[in-house]
């Protein structure tokens, strides 16, 4: 079965055109890694509501609470997970106080190291986020720009 992840993609206007919120993905596999960038998304608790998860989890991966009109911007499989997304008209800060997460580092070491769930938090040209987010999620930024143009 399918684990089930709920995230939120803030969006702002800008006389260039639409930015949107992005975080890049904490610990070693994502380093070096092109589209290591995400929406702000984390797993759904058993019986909790979608919404509710992920703005739940943007406040542990930014330390932010955020608020506003949400707009659905339905789903996306990946290999292991289905996600709901929400764009969200807001302007958090790039400044983010993540959760952690504890894993075995280096493989087969033995040593338990502690990594942030996200690193780091920019603003993003629509265009520029297509070429740094993770594959999978390209589907949320098109359906954005749909929405954002009225069709």
């Known amino acids: 079965m399918k684990r089930v992840s709920a995230g939120i993609l803030p969006f702002r206007q800008k006389e260039g055109g639409t930015e949107v919120y992005l975080i890049?993905?904490?610990?070693?596999?994502?380093?070096?890694r092109e589209?290591?960038?995400?929406?702000?998304k984390g797993e759904v608790e058993e019986g909790e509501d979608l919404l509710t998860a992920a703005k739940r989890e943007f406040f542990e991966e930014t330390g932010e609470r955020i608020e506003g009109s949400f707009l659905p911007l339905g789903t996306a499989k990946t290999s292991n997970k289905i996600i709901h997304?929400?764009?969200?008209?807001?302007?958090?800060?790039?400044?983010?106080?993540?959760?952690?997460?504890?894993l075995e580092w280096p493989p087969g070491s033995g040593r338990k190291r502690s990594f942030p769930e996200a690193d780091r938090a920019a603003w993003f040209p629509l265009k520029r986020a297509?070429?740094?987010?993770?594959?999978?999620?390209i589907p949320f930024l098109e359906r954005l720009r749909e929405l954002l143009s009225g069709n």
């Open 130 to 137: 297509e070429e740094v987010i993770v594959k999978s999620q």
């Open 35 to 40: 589209r290591a960038w995400s929406i702000v």
């Open 24 to 32: 890049h993905m904490g610990g070693p596999f994502w380093r070096k």
């Open 85 to 102: 997304a929400w764009a969200v008209r807001a302007e958090p800060s790039t400044r983010i106080v993540s959760n952690m997460f504890e």
